[in-house]
Every structure is written in structure tokens, then in C-alpha cells.
């Protein structure tokens, strides 16, 4: 009995020994070390230090760029951009809930997955937006094999379907589609959810070329889906304004501690940012380096090609999209409100959202005051000259012939315009709605209207078409009056489909010039 204690006595005192240096070895050992580097490392310059929330994506290769981190370094700041795990399925949903605790100081998002994000995670009064980053250019697009998708109204038909990557630019941009222009998919189970832009890229490769399908990408998986025999590409985002944009979002509570801090991250990346945009092929090259450094290899065209899919936005344009310039100076541009309030709606029309609580206080998601002081104190990264807001173009106007050759894109789902029965002027709510149609055409800055007047189809005929005109012009004056140029939009007329006047008075085609 005595041998058998003193055994277990010996087992407990090597449990003891075993514990006492596992513990030392977890504990005091990192202590140990942490104070041996601390003895024998040089000073640091930094009086604080950022955390900031980003993925690989290309257009945030300023955020991770050697000029970022030095402009921020001469204000005694260190920056540490932290990347997503690999095997992260929530990615936007992660990085919203670490900004949210403080555990990330900023984060980059797009303005889509900071709301959506932000309601999953109850954060939108935790976190606010302070910096436009970029705006996608065609860097984001959609394909389909043309023997059965010859344009984005193809796809205006049930069954269809449409493969994205899930949770991504990509479901974005096809949401931002099917609420505008496919009502036939709103209410159906049109989204194909990919993993990955490869992923997609692989579908595509093994699909049936006769199916109603649309694939969205990426560059440079965008690039790749293209050079596949008979791919075409029927939309992407150089023809939309506002609806893929990324954003810096930073912890609120950080913002009202640390505000001197906010700015100079803010100075610094529009002074780095700067640098890239006017040295020679500074943004290729700043997308190549940016690809070592996530473990991929681009070649200079299609780094070229990815930079300009990509408008990074400099200070100018971030003064004149937070709304602290005039409106002419917008150029056309939506502004910060503007963009918010069309991505909650399509988001919400097409299910993303099961409620919109944005709506009439758009200004409670970002923040102004940091840029309303820079500009108050007339910082520029250059000369004030060497930047601009980067405006929409104007389309040409056309000529008869011009307009008969234009591309149909699809028809633009709006509400009926209300008329009084028999007549051409246009009622109150109808107004409403056409303005609706306007702002909402701002976003597609690329394409033509034609604005078809319908009337019964009972009685004269030749005076049904004659009302149906008449409409179709009230709504193109009116259309004028909210800021459409003129040499956008035309008229047109046919007969109705229907006897009984319930069919929408007006119908709105989209257009776009031969490539």
C-alpha cells in the first residue's frame, strides 16, 4: 500500500514539474524573449499604431504600397494591413465584426457589403465611411456564350440563370442588373453562387453554350472568360456609375479618440496615391509589385489592364463626392448619398436587404468632417492644378441613322407613368416616377433612351399613336428638366398590346453604340 502512494506521489510531482514548465514555457518565456528584443532593438519612431482590414483586391494596392507606409511613418505612425484567413467564407461579415470590437482600427469595404455587413452585424452605428477609394471601370464584368445570350435583355426570361461569386462585387453587379433591367428574374431563384472568380471562369468552360446562362467576373479572370471561343461580354461596370465602389470605413469610437490620426492616414494615402497616378505607368507598376506581394505574377498588359478597369479616386473627386463641392463640380458623378441610396434600393428590390435602413438618412453611413477640414486648409498631395474630377463624358448626339444603329441593351423596369385617360400630360405621381427614371439613367452614363409612347389599342388608330407620341414627348421634356442631356433620349411611339389601358404608358429602351 505504502509503494503503491509513493508512486502516485511520484506521478503527481512529474504532473506538477511537467505543468509548472508547460506554463512557464507559455508565460514567462514570451516574456522573457519580449524583453530581450525590447533590450536589444533599435527605437521605434512610431507614437501609435493603425490596423487596417484588407483583402488581395488590386484597387487597394495603395493601402499596401511602400509610399503609404512611409507618408504615414513621417507623421509617427505605423500601419499594419491585415489580410482575411484563406479559408474565411465570411469575409466582409469577419471584418466588419473586428472593426466593430476595435480589434481593426479601419477596414476597407465595398459601400454594398459595409451596409449589408453592417446589418448583419448591428455595426452601422459602430462604424462610419471617410474615404472613397475607387470606382470599378471594367474591371468587373459579364459574359455569355453568344449563341444564346446576344445582350443583357436575353436574359430578361424565367429560368434564367446567372453564376457570380457569392457575397462578392460580382452578385453585386448582377443584382444591380436584374433589379433595373431583368423584372422577369426579380422574384426568381436566378443566383448561381461560385466560390471563387476561377471557380466561375470554370463553369463557364464546362457549360452548355445553349443555356440562358450569364457568368460574372473579375479581372483578370474577365480576361480569360473573353479569349474563350464564342464568349461575348454583354455588360460590366465602365457602363454603370456608383455601383461597385470601395470604400475605407473606420471605428467610430477611434474617429471622436483619435482624429488627428484619421487624417493623416487620409493625407497620406492621397499623397501616396498621388505619386502612382503621375509617374510613368506609375499604376501598372504599382498593381504588378502589389501581385508579388499577394504570391501572383501579372504580365505588364494585364496589370495595364486591371489599372484601368479601376478609377482610383484622388482628393479632388472624394471633396466633390462627400458633397463639399458645388454640384456642376460633381461633373455628373453621383455623390457619397447618391450612391448609397441606389445601392440600398437595388439591394433591396432584389432580396439582399429585407428592409432599407438607410432610407432618408443616407449621411448617418459616412463621415465628411476629416475631408471638410482638409479642404478648409486647402490640402492637395501636388499642385491644386494636378488633379481633377474625372467627370462623365457627354455622349454625341446622333442622327437618324445613327440612333437605328444603336445596340439594345434592355428595357429599364420602371414604374407605369401615370397619364389622365385620353390625355398626354403627365400626372403627379407620374412625375415622381419620371424622375426616379432619371436619376437612375445617371448611372448607366454610356448608354441612349428611347422613350416609346403606348395608347389603347381601341378605337382610331391613327389617333392612339398620335397620344401615344404626345406621352412619349411629355416624358422626354420631363426627363430634360432632371438634368438628361438632350442628346440622350428620343422619342418613339407604337401600338399597344393591350385594349384595356392597364399596360405601362411609356416604355424605356436602353441603347449603347456599336463597339
Do not use: C
Amino acid at each position: 500500500m505504502e509503494n503503491k502512494q509513493k508512486i502516485i506521489l511520484t506521478f503527481v510531482v512529474i504532473g506538477l514539474v511537467f505543468g509548472l514548465g508547460f506554463a512557464a514555457k507559455k508565460l514567462l518565456l514570451p516574456k522573457i524573449q519580449e524583453a530581450r528584443v525590447a533590450q536589444t532593438s533599435s527605437q521605434t519612431n512610431y507614437k501609435t499604431n493603425v490596423r487596417i482590414g484588407a483583402d488581395s483586391f488590386p484597387g487597394y494596392a495603395v493601402l499596401r504600397s511602400p509610399n503609404f507606409r512611409d507618408q504615414l511613418g513621417r507623421s509617427e505612425i505605423g500601419v499594419q494591413v491585415i489580410a482575411p484567413a484563406a479559408d474565411d467564407t465570411d469575409m466582409y461579415g469577419n471584418r466588419m465584426k473586428a472593426l466593430k470590437k476595435g480589434d481593426l482600427n479601419m477596414a476597407v469595404f465595398t459601400i454594398d457589403s459595409d451596409i449589408v455587413a453592417g446589418i448583419s452585424e448591428s455595426a452601422l452605428a459602430d462604424v462610419t465611411i471617410f474615404l472613397l477609394i475607387d470606382d470599378s471601370n471594367g474591371a468587373d464584368g459579364m459574359v455569355a456564350y453568344k449563341q444564346a445570350v446576344q445582350n443583357a435583355a436575353a436574359l430578361n426570361r424565367a429560368q434564367t440563370k446567372i453564376v457570380a461569386t457569392g457575397d462578392s462585387p460580382s452578385e453585386t453587379l448582377a443584382r444591380q442588373l436584374v433589379a433595373n433591367m431583368l423584372p422577369a428574374l426579380g422574384s426568381q431563384d436566378w443566383l448561381v453562387s461560385a466560390k471563387s472568380p476561377d471557380d466561375v471562369l470554370d463553369q463557364l468552360k464546362k457549360a452548355d453554350k445553349n443555356a440562358k446562362t450569364a457568368y460574372v467576373l473579375w479581372e483578370p479572370a474577365l480576361s480569360k472568360a473573353l479569349a474563350l471561343p464564342g464568349v461575348i461580354q454583354i455588360y460590366d461596370t465602365s457602363k454603370v456609375n456608383g455601383a461597385i465602389v470601395d470604400v475605407l470605413a473606420v471605428n467610430r469610437k477611434f474617429l471622436i479618440e483619435q482624429p488627428t490620426v484619421v487624417r493623416a492616414v487620409e493625407e497620406a494615402y492621397f499623397r501616396a496615391l498621388h505619386t502612382y497616378q503621375v509617374a510613368p505607368n506609375g499604376m501598372t507598376k504599382l498593381v504588378m509589385d502589389d501581385a508579388k506581394l499577394n504570391g501572383d505574377t501579372l504580365t505588364e498588359e494585364q496589370a495595364k489592364k486591371i489599372a484601368n478597369g479601376i478609377q482610383w479616386k484622388n482628393t479632388m473627386e472624394n471633396y466633390a463626392q462627400f458633397g463639399l463641392l458645388s454640384a456642376a463640380d460633381l461633373h455628373g458623378l453621383p455623390t457619397m448619398r447618391e450612391m448609397i441610396a441606389s445601392i440600398s434600393q437595388f439591394l433591396l428590390k432584389t432580396g439582399k436587404l429585407k428592409s432599407n435602413p438607410t432610407d432618408g438618412h443616407e449621411q448617418d453611413l459616412y463621415y465628411d468632417g476629416t475631408l471638410r477640414a482638409m479642404q478648409q486648409a486647402n490640402f492637395h498631395p501636388g499642385q491644386a492644378q494636378d488633379e481633377i474630377v474625372r467627370g462623365v463624358a457627354n455622349l454625341p448626339a446622333l442622327t437618324d441613322d445613327e440612333w437605328k444603329s444603336l445596340i439594345t441593351v434592355g428595357d429599364m423596369d420602371a414604374r407605369a407613368i401615370s397619364f389622365a385617360r385620353g390625355k398626354a400630360d403627365i400626372e403627379i405621381q407620374g412625375t415622381r416616377d419620371v424622375k426616379d427614371v432619371a436619376d437612375r439613367l445617371k448611372a448607366w452614363p454610356t448608354y441612349y433612351l428611347t422613350v416609346i409612347g403606348h395608347a389603347r389599342n381601341d378605337g382610331d388608330p391613327a389617333a392612339n399613336l398620335e397620344l401615344a407620341k404626345a406621352r412619349s414627348k411629355s416624358v422626354v421634356d420631363e426627363l430634360i428638366s432632371n438634368g438628361i442631356a438632350v442628346a440622350r433620349v428620343k422619342t418613339s411611339a407604337e401600338p399597344s398590346q393591350t385594349q384595356s389601358g392597364t399596360a405601362q404608358s411609356v416604355t424605356f429602351q436602353l441603347s449603347q453604340r456599336p463597339y
